[in-house]
């Protein structure tokens, strides 16, 4: 049973979007909220359901003042929140990994996704991808992932919305068995056919308060109404599934704690490398990219830069600045869209008990060995076409480190840019805005002790600067340039003064910090916003 009392909504700038809303849902009914657009509809789902607390008033489940354990809530946003390139099946064994008890046996769960499988009638799309699965297979595939645990109350937005009529009425019938089964189910609806299978209707008003709540039929006589369209004007101008016998006949899940921290990294992590395997354009960006640096570093440099007799000082820094760039590059490109693109999802996923450090670390620790491999080829790549010198396996181990740690750096920044923005065309936005600053202070261009105060400052916050420097110091270009025939190589070490002499274990417990700080930094931000 649902209890809202005096509930209150306030909108940014705060703009009120509910006025002292109350009513009572039994246990087991089926309830649709109503009204015009922009009346309040989805905020009242979303306060009654915990996504978004309301600013007044309260809620409360069976008499208690808590929304309901993990689990037994379940949520279904008007968007088709899955991943649209994974199988069907695949998808939800995922989510019955993150959503049921931990130590739930594997064939008990593999048991769960077949039960919610036959009762959706999507047994036979199971190997299909989610993306290729028409509208209303797509509607039913989101309430599968929810149904997984047979949650007590379950709540919908805009369920029937771009569905044909006979889809519409179909998935109405679903629901009304799940409610006839014992299930408390509210959703908001656009289509009036929808509130005739309901047992109670909410009726919102243009300014969010609550004008009528009750049966349908008493609904139509409140507002003089002969069909219940008619009540939008008065406020201003396919195959059913038999629920109970499905879902009855079989115990629900045992009710139990979640999986630990580190079983939903494991998780996790499994199915990012899953969905980046079967993402063909990702793949393409993820491997085109390096092969385009190394391209372009055969065209823009010589060989021989590095030769002790004849060194190019110029070339060294430049050759250098571009190594550190392309690993930051690499970095960041491959975190910008690893959040944004799936924040519904994690949303839906909080609900469960889904943890944030877990979801972070585990995009990191897929991405993190890619970068590994790909900074290791354009090393080689890059001493094979003698743009490198040839030093020996200890030099190049440090070389690696370094780069390794840039790109972790960069990858943490992308994963907390990714986590602030709300679509991908803000993150691709951000690219230019953060590359220019890591090109322009991290003193390649102009060396750091050249630079104006505020200039040396800025550098500082600048991970590839120490990068640039690291690599520079392990490869000893202060003695290459000394003892190097061309004149240039005395005056471009007196402008560096200093910058290569640090010990290159600095420049890595530096770029170790930006690293962990980028991803505490995305986790507080996930924090907020989920």
């Given at each position: 049973m649902i209890e809202v009392r005096e509930v209150g909504q306030r909108a940014a700038g705060g703009r009120r979007t509910l006025r002292e809303v109350s009513l009572s849902i039994g246990a087991g009914e089926l309830v649709a909220i109503i009204g015009g657009s922009g009346a309040g509809k989805t905020t009242l789902l979303d306060a009654i359901a915990g996504v978004r607390p309301p600013a007044e008033g309260e809620i409360r489940y069976d008499g208690g003042g808590g929304a309901p354990a993990a689990g037994s809530l379940g949520y279904v946003p008007q968007d088709d929140i899955v991943h649209p390139e994974m199988p069907l099946r695949r998808t939800l064994r995922y989510a019955a990994g993150l959503r049921l008890p931990a130590g739930t046996p594997p064939e008990r769960a593999e048991r769960a996704v077949d039960d919610v499988l036959e009762a959706l009638a999507l047994t036979g799309r199971?190997?299909?991808?989610?993306?290729?699965?028409?509208?209303?297979?797509r509607k039913r595939a989101s309430i599968a992932v929810e149904l997984l645990t047979r949650p007590r109350v379950f709540f919908l937005d805009e369920p029937t919305s771009g569905l044909d009529p006979a889809t519409a009425a179909d998935l109405m019938r679903l629901l009304r068995g799940l409610a006839d089964a014992g299930t408390t189910v509210v959703l908001t609806t656009h289509?009036?056919?929808d509130v005739l299978v309901?047992?109670?209707?909410?009726?919102?008003?243009?300014?969010?308060?609550?004008?009528?709540?009750?049966?349908?039929?008493?609904?139509?006589e409140r507002f003089r109404a002969d069909r219940v369209e008619d009540i939008y004007l008065r406020l201003g101008g396919g195959e059913a599934h038999e629920w109970r016998?499905?879902?009855?006949?079989?115990?629900?899940?045992?009710?139990?704690?979640?999986?630990?921290?580190?079983?939903?990294?494991?998780?996790?992590?499994?199915?990012?490398?899953?969905?980046?395997t079967r993402n063909r354009l990702t793949l393409a960006v993820l491997a085109g990219s390096p092969l385009m640096v190394l391209a372009m570093f055969?065209?823009?440099?010589?060989p021989g830069a590095f030769a002790p007799e004849s060194p190019s000082p110029g070339a060294t820094v430049m050759i250098l600045f571009w190594i550190a760039f392309g690993g930051f590059f690499f970095g960041l490109t491959y975190g910008l869209l690893q959040i944004c693109t799936e924040l519904p999802v994690l949303r839906r996923e909080r609900l469960t008990g889904l943890r944030i450090g877990p979801y972070v670390l585990a995009k990191a620790a897929v991405l993190l060995p890619l970068l590994a491999v790909v900074d290791a080829l354009m090393l080689g790549a890059l001493r094979a076409l003698d743009r490198l010198p040839a030093t020996g396996w200890g030099t190049y181990g440090e070389l690696f480190v370094t780069l390794m740690l840039c790109s972790a750096a960069a990858l943490a920044l992308g994963l907390l840019v990714s986590a602030s923005v709300t679509d991908p065309a803000?993150?691709?936005?951000?690219?230019?805005?953060?590359?220019?600053?890591?090109?322009?202070?991290?003193?390649a261009i102009l060396p750091v002790p050249v630079m104006a105060a505020p200039g040396r400052w800025l550098s500082c916050a600048m991970s590839n600067r120490w990068a640039?420097?690291?690599?520079?110091?392990?490869?000893?270009?202060?003695?290459?340039?000394?003892?190097?025939?061309?004149?240039?190589?005395?005056?471009?070490?007196?402008?560096?003064?200093?910058?290569?002499s640090r010990p290159v274990a600095v420049d890595w417990a530096v770029l170790g910090g930006f690293a962990a700080l980028?991803?505490?930094?995305?986790?507080?931000?996930?924090?907020?916003?989920?």
């Amino acid at each position: 049973m649902i209890e809202v009392r005096e509930v209150g909504q306030r909108a940014a700038g705060g703009r009120r979007t509910l006025r002292e809303v109350s009513l009572s849902i039994g246990a087991g009914e089926l309830v649709a909220i109503i009204g015009g657009s922009g009346a309040g509809k989805t905020t009242l789902l979303d306060a009654i359901a915990g996504v978004r607390p309301p600013a007044e008033g309260e809620i409360r489940y069976d008499g208690g003042g808590g929304a309901p354990a993990a689990g037994s809530l379940g949520y279904v946003p008007q968007d088709d929140i899955v991943h649209p390139e994974m199988p069907l099946r695949r998808t939800l064994r995922y989510a019955a990994g993150l959503r049921l008890p931990a130590g739930t046996p594997p064939e008990r769960a593999e048991r769960a996704v077949d039960d919610v499988l036959e009762a959706l009638a999507l047994t036979g799309r199971a190997g299909q991808r989610v993306g290729s699965l028409s509208g209303g297979e797509r509607k039913r595939a989101s309430i599968a992932v929810e149904l997984l645990t047979r949650p007590r109350v379950f709540f919908l937005d805009e369920p029937t919305s771009g569905l044909d009529p006979a889809t519409a009425a179909d998935l109405m019938r679903l629901l009304r068995g799940l409610a006839d089964a014992g299930t408390t189910v509210v959703l908001t609806t656009h289509h009036p056919p929808d509130v005739l299978v309901c047992d109670r209707v909410a009726v919102l008003a243009q300014d969010g308060s609550l004008v009528f709540y009750g049966e349908p039929d008493e609904a139509r006589e409140r507002f003089r109404a002969d069909r219940v369209e008619d009540i939008y004007l008065r406020l201003g101008g396919g195959e059913a599934h038999e629920w109970r016998g499905r879902f009855g006949a079989s115990a629900p899940p045992a009710a139990g704690p979640g999986i630990g921290a580190l079983r939903q990294w494991a998780l996790l992590a499994r199915r990012d490398l899953d969905l980046l395997t079967r993402n063909r354009l990702t793949l393409a960006v993820l491997a085109g990219s390096p092969l385009m640096v190394l391209a372009m570093f055969a065209v823009l440099f010589r060989p021989g830069a590095f030769a002790p007799e004849s060194p190019s000082p110029g070339a060294t820094v430049m050759i250098l600045f571009w190594i550190a760039f392309g690993g930051f590059f690499f970095g960041l490109t491959y975190g910008l869209l690893q959040i944004c693109t799936e924040l519904p999802v994690l949303r839906r996923e909080r609900l469960t008990g889904l943890r944030i450090g877990p979801y972070v670390l585990a995009k990191a620790a897929v991405l993190l060995p890619l970068l590994a491999v790909v900074d290791a080829l354009m090393l080689g790549a890059l001493r094979a076409l003698d743009r490198l010198p040839a030093t020996g396996w200890g030099t190049y181990g440090e070389l690696f480190v370094t780069l390794m740690l840039c790109s972790a750096a960069a990858l943490a920044l992308g994963l907390l840019v990714s986590a602030s923005v709300t679509d991908p065309a803000q993150a691709t936005m951000a690219l230019p805005m953060l590359c220019f600053p890591q090109v322009l202070f991290v003193g390649a261009i102009l060396p750091v002790p050249v630079m104006a105060a505020p200039g040396r400052w800025l550098s500082c916050a600048m991970s590839n600067r120490w990068a640039f420097e690291g690599l520079g110091h392990s490869l000893g270009v202060e003695g290459l340039w000394a003892s190097g025939r061309s004149p240039l190589g005395p005056p471009l070490l007196a402008s560096y003064g200093d910058t290569f002499s640090r010990p290159v274990a600095v420049d890595w417990a530096v770029l170790g910090g930006f690293a962990a700080l980028f991803l505490a930094g995305a986790c507080l931000v996930l924090t907020r916003r989920t």
